[in-house]
DNA sequence: GAGTGGTCTAGACCACGGT
DNA sequence: CCGTGGTCTAGACCACTCG
């Protein structure tokens, strides 16, 4: 046991990660603290912590203070997605973008969704809905609602050239939100404008996203037949 | 300009935002090196370094040496998805977990299965099926192919009472891989497994891993109706 | 070549949370 | 209470890459 030194945070999530691997550490084991490792790898314990808050926020490793750092029971996969604007989706693959604004209407909101956004029921909300296009094929179809409390400014807005997917990412920001995916079928206006039949699966994005405490917009995105979302994946247990 | 001091990594994130938010650095702005904010915020330059990496994982700053930080000019949300065992899957909702095994043969794969696992078309591979229940009630079909060159083993399972899927992550641990997420219509044996209709929208998930160099496993998992992913998203621009 | 982020160190203090 | 991870510091060297 001349132990070897391991001098940079990769190396050392390296050795973690065989260690695991090789059921040194199985999953449940609590693993020596973050001072007798780097002892042991001859390193800072700066070091060592680097590698294994980089596991924790894999999955792999369940850090608490006090309790110590242990090899996590259930490895799942975390994926991280990246959700550009539609624009940017679109030619990014290499294809020019269209936009067709369809709706723009100050209106009392159905009851699930001023539920949903946290607005009074009783007020308005401003709804806009609009048809994206890839090579003058439709793309996707954007249904959305904007809290005219959180903002206001987009009451002056029409959306007729700008979408409101844009407008907002530039105008308002947000802290926070939530994404929903689902399969659904097309229903007959959505099939129509997707040139698609109803009934067709469609790929559904329902997005809420949140300033602080207050709710900014609830957008729903209709993806034609065929869309798919691809990402990478870590490296788990 | 007395220049208030951030001491934690927390603040000086914040007040980063917070310049971003105020168009005091401008989506593309290259803003000051981390000696000169350090200074300016009266610490370390290892606390900048976080805060700023941090909000560089984000996807809110780009960072590159010697070139500096700017932040992004495309913002994208970016959300990271869980996605666990199936079993866990059922259970963290409450409920009960089944598993049922359909088929399970080392078979020549067709040509795509073969050449997206890289395999040599005419050798075999594990193909193993099974619905996985919930409360009794179909929940997904998995639909999976082994690659024997990488995971011999996995010969020797009959994958009877055991998932693949849980077997595989005990067994062959794997590097990275890629995932993907797609809307289609239910074929009619799909349709009668869920119990539902053929050509019901059904939300797939398609998996392939790698341990290093070598493809593990393309696994394609078909949800039923109702279906969703759940996610939160960070705080962008 | 030189400026910038990336990283490591040795030491210190703090906050949380099991016991 | 007191051990463990979380964080900060001041300084140093390195690696990448733009000009």
């Known amino acids: 046991m001349t132990g070897l030194t391991f001098n940079s945070w990769q190396a050392i999530q390296d050795e973690v990660m065989r260690r695991i691997h090789a059921r040194v550490w199985p999953p449940g084991t609590v693993i020596p603290n973050e001072a007798d490792l780097a002892l042991e790898f001859g ?36 994926a991280t997605l990246d959700i550009p604007v539609i624009r940017q989706e679109i030619t990014e693959r290499g294809q020019s973008y269209g936009y067709q604004r369809l709706s723009c209407a100050i209106l009392r909101p159905p009851a699930e969704i001023a539920r949903t956004l946290w607005i009074n029921p009783a007020s308005d909300a401003l709804h806009v809905s609009a048809l994206h296009l890839s090579e003058t094929r439709p793309f996707v179809i954007e249904d959305r609602w904007i809290n005219l409390t959180t903002a206001p400014a987009a009451a002056a807005q029409d959306f007729e050239t700008l979408s409101a997917n844009e407008w907002l990412v530039v105008t308002i920001p947000y802290t926070h939100g939530s994404i929903r995916f689902t399969a659904a079928a097309a229903t007959a206006q959505e099939a129509e404008l997707l040139c698609t039949t109803p009934g067709a699966p469609v790929f559904v994005v329902e997005r809420l996203t949140w300033d602080h405490e207050r709710t900014v917009t609830l957008a729903r995105l209709c993806y034609g037949p065929g869309y798919s979302i691809t990402t990478g994946i870590g490296t788990p247990s």
């Open 43 to 78: 390193c800072a314990r700066a070091t060592v912590n680097r590698a294994l808050r980089a596991l924790a926020e894999m999955g792999i490793l369940e850090r608490r203070r006090k309790a110590g750092t242990r090899v996590a029971l259930h490895p799942v996969s975390r």
